[in-house]
């Protein structure tokens, strides 16, 4: 599903930024990530459902 791909690759994303830092250990990283993970995940499920298509069909 796309909108888990875009998730994962946010979280994976800002993960590595936040390593970058040297500031953090995983632990740290991890809790920070996965709730702008979830957050993303929600926010693009929610447009992908709510949605019309490019053929104005409903989404559901």
Do not use: C, E, K, N
Request: glycine share 8%.
């Amino acid at each position: 599903m796309r909108v888990a791909a875009w998730a994962a690759f946010t979280g994976a994303a800002v993960g590595f930024l936040y390593d970058q830092t040297g500031d953090a250990g995983i632990r740290r990283i991890v809790a920070t990530t996965l709730p702008i993970a979830a957050g993303v995940f929600a926010l693009l499920l929610h447009r992908y459902l709510t949605r019309d298509d490019a053929t104005d069909h409903p989404a559901s």
